[in-house]
């Protein structure tokens, strides 16, 4: 998908999630409750929408109109817009398959999670395909894990949860992201020609469907290319 659609038809909330009602539940009820976990483990097959929930969970976090009692960022205020935009100074993101060493995980995580966040309430880690880290980051990861400080979150992304060590995995809220079934997935892409104002058959969405096996960042590709 190409960005621009990428950014405007992306979740904005956890009620435009699709496909994972058990994880968007359990998420919404958590931060109803303030009930938060120092940290989250988002695992399952490429194209789910990991990185895209880990936003999510970052935004309400540390939105500053969300009122007690409620899950969903307002999508207005200064903090919700940073993350969108990606300028958030306090939502870090760290691909680990670019930064596999120790070294990264000192620099990028322990000494930055020492800090108060900058302008929120949280500071909160992303780190996709956290699978990746070597064994002596996944050592160091795991002290700060053990004790993390009050004001930091880690959500941790991978698509090969048989990679991570159980000491990493039993220090996490696991959540288990599942492919999307045939009749979201396809709700999902007559969302988006509609608002493109495009027209295409319903039959070629039903092979796009067929085609993409639940995932859905390879049906909006296929969309996108058809698109073009």
Same mark, same amino acid.
Request: glycine letters at 4%; hydrophobic letters at 40%.
């Given at each position: ?10 979740? @904005?909330?956890?009620? @435009?999630?699709?496909?994972? !009602? ?8 958590? +931060? ?14 490429? #194209? +789910? ?6 936003? +999510? ?32 100074? $306090?939502?870090? =993101?760290? $691909? ?6 120790? *070294?990264?995980?000192? &620099?990028?995580?322990?000494? !930055? ?5 900058? !302008?929120?309430?949280?500071?909160? /880690?992303?780190? *996709? ?8 980051? /996944? ?5 700060? +894990?053990? =004790? ?5 979150? /880690? ?20 959540? $288990? ?19 493109? !104002?495009?027209?295409?058959? &319903? =039959? ?8 993409? *096996? #639940?995932?859905?960042? &390879? ?10």
């Amino acid at each position: 998908m190409s960005a621009v659609l990428y950014r405007k038809y992306r979740p @904005q909330n956890f009620a @435009q999630m699709i496909g994972q !009602n058990h994880i968007k539940i359990t998420l919404q009820h958590e +931060l109803e409750k303030n009930e938060i976990a120092h940290a989250y483990l988002f695992c399952g097959p490429r #194209g +789910l929408g990991k990185t895209t929930s880990a936003r +999510l969970l970052a935004k309400a976090l540390n939105c500053e109109n969300r009122q007690p009692g409620e899950s969903e960022p307002c999508n207005n205020c200064r903090s919700c817009n940073d993350i969108v935009a990606g300028h958030a100074v $306090d939502v870090i =993101e760290i $691909d680990a398959a670019s930064n596999t060493g120790v *070294d990264n995980v000192r &620099d990028n995580i322990i000494e !930055n999670s020492r800090f108060n966040p900058v !302008n929120s309430k949280y500071k909160v /880690f992303i780190i *996709d395909e956290v699978h990746m880290l070597s064994i002596s980051a /996944f050592n160091a990861l795991l002290k700060i +894990l053990e =004790e993390p400080p009050a004001h930091v979150i /880690f959500v941790l992304c991978t698509t090969e949860i048989h990679k991570l060590p159980i000491t990493i995995i039993s220090r996490c809220q696991r959540f $288990d992201f599942k492919r999307v079934s045939s009749a979201e997935l396809l709700k999902r892409l007559e969302l988006i020609v509609e608002g493109e !104002n495009k027209k295409i058959e &319903d =039959e070629v969405l039903k092979r796009i469907v067929a085609s993409s *096996d #639940g995932c859905v960042r &390879d049906a909006e590709s296929l969309l996108t290319k058809i698109f073009s």
